[in-house]
């Protein structure tokens, strides 16, 4: 589990993430960033995942994967920024697409990762 104050809650966050972030895709899930100026507690991360996946307990089971997943590369997120990750189809490693989706997000807005 992510810590509380690097959860993205709001769906008002949600939506203006999704329509003006920088969008990144991977054949399982799409990714989306934007930088915020305001944020000091390091970046927001919230999850979508599509009901295509299966029923609540298989997204449930897959939001965790993502989780588990994104800790491992959370060093590599800006600090600065909220991130969206949309889970459309079902996928044997998360761990790898998340890695490219977040690299290649990071390469469109000039960041390294």
Do not use: C, W
């Not at 329509?19 to 100026?37: C, E, F, M, N, Q």
């Amino acid at each position: 589990m992510l810590p509380a104050l690097n959860r993205l809650r709001s769906s008002k966050d949600f939506a203006i993430v999704t329509k003006t972030g920088y969008r990144a895709t991977t054949p399982s899930l799409v990714i989306y960033l934007k930088k915020i100026d305001a944020l000091q507690s390091g970046p927001q991360i919230g999850l979508i995942v599509s009901k295509v996946v299966g029923g609540s307990v298989a997204r449930h089971r897959i939001a965790r994967q993502v989780r588990h997943a994104v800790r491992e590369r959370f060093n590599i997120i800006p600090t600065d920024s909220q991130v969206v990750i949309r889970v459309t189809h079902k996928s044997s490693d998360y761990s790898k697409e998340i890695h490219q989706g977040i690299s290649k997000v990071l390469s469109k807005i000039g960041a390294k990762s």
